[in-house]
């Protein structure tokens, strides 16, 4: 891992699989997406449409 400096900001230089490895990490750190079903999801949409349409 290098350090370099351009225009007074540090930038740190990672090798290629190192760097991979970081973001396997960091996306398994995520929480996965929500499955809803058709209904749920129905009922979702209604409810962001109705907020959407109160803020304009």
């Known amino acids: ?3 370099l400096t351009i225009d007074k ?3 740190i230089i990672v090798p290629k699989k190192e ?3 970081l973001v ?4 398994s750190k995520t929480p996965p997406a929500k499955k809803l079903s058709l209904a749920q999801g129905k009922k979702l949409a ?3 449409i ?3 349409a109160k803020e304009k």
């Open 1 to 3: 891992m290098n350090v």
């Open 9 to 11: 900001k540090d930038y």
């Open 19 to 21: 760097y991979e490895h």
């Open 24 to 27: 396997v990490k960091a996306a």
């Open 46 to 48: 209604y409810k962001l």
């Open 50 to 52: 109705d907020e959407w």
